[in-house]
Each structure stands twice: as structure tokens, then as C-alpha cells.
């Protein structure tokens, strides 16, 4: 039963959905009524016309609405945000307006580039508060100038919330970021109390997110009453433009488990991935597995036998993640293994193939989504591959059908530049 205190705004595309992600011609920014320096910005970046979802938000953010908005990733959902909320931010004010959470640093990061890119006209300060570096210097930043948005993790908010490092009196947007993410339990008790520091009575919030799950809507729900909701997905077109090809690899390593057995499987599961590339010529490929341990035996076998490779985890300190992504971005290494880590908001241009060596657990099939929604991005065509065993074929089909997408056993010849 639908929630009654939600407001829907769905669109649900015509009878071509390639056109999901894609903008659309017949909108023009300039009918968003936008301040000219924000417009100018948004032309500097590229952005000629809006993206479906950027037409269905930005109006809906620059009115003071709150928002539930679902979108597949790569379908324009930051640029969305990003210009709403500047429209509403008010540059004689020089007071913090605008809170962005998000779950990792990379995303926040991120975000705040692109806020700097698209306000880089307008009178608007915006500041990166993150962990991973020194909580001083964060302070400083806070001191040195008005800020009237800031951008940042959950932790590092909070405490400089708590702190009263960040002036709380007049902020009246928040903005969540990977909602779903942000509604589990590592992070729901650090995003309450952000809400708690804030004036709910004149608070606009705004969720946006690849993926909803049934417990992370109603937590939502017991935050904010009545908002918009704009759904760009439905079960035919979440992985709309991506071709998802498969490889099962059987049970040869099945019987009783050990520790061993499972390593033995995973390098031959790399040393498949290998001989599927061989003699391809390299686009830039993102590889997933879930576990940081595992990631790291991917790597060495990629390593060792001389491809363009290098590694991202959690365990690196916040300059080496992003001299990792900044080598992958610029194309001077071609593959970048990961964990989970990266399977959110990181946004590489150009990136149209994604590999996967295991599949995410049933409960937590959302996974699927944000790991594949990697390539594909803004229209473009994308491909996964998925390398797995007989019991992960089942649970990769049984996820890949409820969110109705299609799989397809690996061509003997294929070429990732098909």
C-alpha cells in the first residue's frame, strides 16, 4: 500500500527507454528561472540542456519542497541537487544554508567539485569536511571565511556540529546523498543527530538515491512527512543501456569449505577474467569483489602478470585513495580493483565496463545495482561481466530478475569495444 503522505512526480519515460539519463532537448534551462550567474556556470560545465531527472528536481528543490527521488545511477542526480540548492542559497547571508551528507570521503570529494565548478560565478563559499585528515585543520577552514555550504561525512559533521564548530541557526537544507546508504545502521544514528541540531520546523531535506529498500522508506518516512517523490525507475530500466554477460565457472571448487579452497577459486577466477582479455585492447575496467582481503589477492595475480592495474581500499589513507582514483580517471592505469568500496557515487567518465567476481548477498541486492550502474553512465552504453561459481549463478539470477534485467552467457568471442 502506497505511503499517503507522499507525493508522487513519476516519470516513466516513453516507449524508447534509452532515453533515461539522457537530456531532454525540449527543457532549457533557462525555464527554471535560475539566477544568471548559476546559469553561466551550468553552461561552462557543458550542460546544455537538463537531464530527465534535473528537470523533475531542480523546480521541485528551488521551491522549498522536500524530496524522495530514485534514479538510476549516472542519470544526472548530483547535478540535480547541486544546481537546486544553489538557486536557493542566498549569497547576502554569510551564514552556513546548505548540509551535504554522504557515506565516503571520495563522494564528498566529489560533490564538492562540483559544486565549486557550477558556482564558480556566483558569491557562494563551499567547504569539504571529511575524516581522514586533521580535525584542526577542518576548523580552520570553518573560521577562515562564511561557508554557505558544506559538504562532508556523517562523523565529521556531527562532531563539529556537536562541537559548535558549524553554526547550525540558519541552515535550512540537508541533503542526503546515497539515502539508502545513509539510512542503515552504520550511519542512521549519526544523520539523526545531525537532524537533531537543526530546526526541523523550516528544514527542506532532500533524498536521493539509486535504490530504496522497504525498512530504509520507512525510515525516511519518520523523518520527513509529505515529501516529493520523483521516481525516474521502474523494474524495466534500473541497468537500462548496460549489457550483462556471464560466466560460471562451475562447482570444481565446491565440497566442504576451507579458506584455501576459496582463495584457489577466486585466482582462478581472475586467471578466466585474463584470458577474456587477452589480446583486447584495454578500456578502463573496474573490478569489484566484495572482500578487502580478496581485492588485494586480484590485484597481485593482475600485478604480477604485467597488466595496467592498481588498487583502491579502505585501508589507504585518504591522499593515497585519491592519487589511486586520480591515476584511474587520467587513464594511467587501466584496471582499478575494489572492494565495495567504490560501488557508490564515484563517478569515472568513460567508464563502460565493470567486472564482478562474486555476487552481493539476497538481503543485500541493492549492491547489484550500484556495482553494474558504474559503467553505463549519462546515456552511455555499458558492460558487466560477472564471473562466478554454480551457487552465485543462481543467486545472480534470482537478483538480476527482481529487478528485471537480462543476462547472457559470454560470447566464445567478444570484445568489450563490441
Given at each position: ?226 515529501p516529493v517523490e520523483i521516481d525516474l525507475r521502474n523494474d524495466e530500466y534500473t ?83 585519491e592519487a589511486v582514483l586520480s591515476n584511474f580517471k587520467t587513464g594511467k592505469k ?13 563517478d569515472i567518465q568513460g567508464l563502460s565496463v565493470v567486472i564482478c567476481l562474486d ?60
Amino acid at each position: 500500500m502506497e505511503n499517503e503522505n507522499v507525493r508522487k512526480v513519476v516519470f516513466e519515460g516513453d516507449d524508447n527507454n534509452e532515453q533515461i539519463g539522457r537530456v531532454d532537448s525540449d527543457t532549457k534551462w533557462e525555464e527554471f528561472n535560475l539566477k544568471q550567474n548559476l546559469l553561466k556556470g551550468i553552461y561552462a560545465m557543458g550542460f546544455e540542456t537538463p537531464s530527465f531527472i534535473q528537470k523533475k528536481a531542480v523546480p521541485c528543490i528551488a521551491s522549498g519542497s522536500n524530496i524522495r527521488a530514485q534514479a538510476q545511477s549516472g542519470t544526472g542526480k548530483t547535478g540535480a541537487f547541486v544546481v537546486g540548492t544553489l538557486e536557493r542559497i542566498d549569497d547576502q547571508m554569510a551564514e552556513t544554508q546548505c548540509l551535504v551528507i554522504v557515506s565516503t570521503r571520495e563522494i564528498a570529494k566529489q560533490i564538492h567539485h562540483n559544486y565549486e565548478s557550477i558556482g564558480k560565478y556566483m558569491n557562494v563559499n563551499t567547504i569539504l569536511l571529511t575524516g581522514g585528515r586533521n580535525r584542526s585543520d577542518d576548523v580552520k577552514l570553518l573560521n577562515e571565511r562564511p561557508n554557505h555550504i558544506i559538504v562532508g561525512t556523517p562523523g565529521r559533521i556531527c562532531d563539529l556540529l556537536e562541537d559548535k564548530m558549524i553554526k547550525a541557526e540558519f541552515i535550512r537544507i540537508l541533503v542526503l546523498d546515497e539515502a539508502d546508504e545513509m539510512c542503515k545502521e552504520g550511519f542512521i544514528l549519526q544523520v539523526r543527530s545531525i537532524y537533531d541540531y537543526l530546526n526541523a520546523d523550516t528544514l527542506q531535506i532532500l533524498f536521493f538515491s539509486a535504490t530504496y529498500s522497504s525498512e530504509e522508506l520507512k525510515t525516511i518516512s519518520n523523518i520527513v512527512e509529505n515529501p516529493v517523490e520523483i521516481d525516474l525507475r521502474n523494474d524495466e530500466y534500473t541497468l537500462q543501456g548496460i549489457k550483462q554477460y556471464y560466466v560460471n565457472i562451475g562447482n570444481q571448487f565446491g565440497g566442504k569449505f576451507s579458506i584455501e579452497k576459496k582463495r584457489q577459486e577466486l585466482i582462478y577466477k581472475v586467471h578466466t577474467l585474463m584470458h577474456i582479455l587477452a589480446g583486447q585492447s584495454l578500456c578502463q575496467i573496474m573490478v569489484f569483489i566484495r572482500r578487502k582481503g580478496d581485492a588485494q589477492d586480484v590485484y597481485s595475480v593482475l600485478d604480477q602478470n604485467k597488466y595496467s592495474c592498481t588498487l583502491i581500499s579502505s585501508e589507504l589513507s585518504q591522499e593515497k585513495r585519491e592519487a589511486v582514483l586520480s591515476n584511474f580517471k587520467t587513464g594511467k592505469k587501466r584496471i582499478l580493483v575494489t572492494s565495495d568500496l567504490c560501488k557508490r557515487g564515484v563517478d569515472i567518465q568513460g567508464l563502460s565496463v565493470v567486472i564482478c567476481l562474486d555476487v552481493p548477498p539476497i538481503d543485500s541486492k541493492e549492491d547489484f545495482i550500484h556495482r553494474v550502474g558504474r559503467s553505463g553512465r549519462y546515456g552511455r552504453r555499458g558492460v558487466a561481466l560477472h564471473i562466478v561459481n554454480d551457487f552465485e549463478f543462481q543467486n545472480l539470477n534470482q537478483i538480476s530478475e527482481s529487478f528485471g534485467s537480462t543476462l547472457e552467457a559470454l560470447p566464445k568471442t567478444f570484445s568489450f569495444k563490441e
